[in-house]
């Protein structure tokens, strides 16, 4: 019971906005303080929390580059590790593109299905009409 209403208790706070999700919180820190390594948003953001930079924070970077809201800037050296990391930057509302909704594997079969059908009607009334002819 208790998971139960604590998964409730987590979806109204998310709801009301009073949960912000680890993609909004990396594109506000990004947008707040310019281009940023995956590494740099990880330990401003979300070393604390004990959250992993490849499990929590690099995922949330590429689905926001993919919906267009963060591209490269470039390539940076971690003073930390040594390692070079891509820069990342939010993208100016005015140039983002709204996203077109990918179709879903069932809806794209169900349209292939229903334009089958169509094509199959339309060859039996052209097969109709030719042999009525013969």
Known sequence: ?????????????????????????????????????????????????????????????????????LREAGKETSRSTGIEGLLWEAVPEAEVKPLVAKESWKAKALRLQAENED???????HEEKVFKDI
């Open 119 to 125: 094509l199959r009607s339309q060859l039996r009334e």
């Open 1 to 69: 019971m208790a998971r139960e209403t604590s998964a409730v208790a987590y979806e109204t706070k998310k709801a009301s906005g009073m949960v912000e999700s680890v993609a909004a919180r990396v594109l506000r820190l990004v947008r707040e303080r310019g281009p940023l390594t995956s590494r740099q948003i990880w330990e401003m953001e979300f070393e604390q929390e004990g959250k992993h930079l490849t499990d929590a924070v690099r995922p949330r970077i590429f689905e926001l580059a993919h919906q267009g809201l």
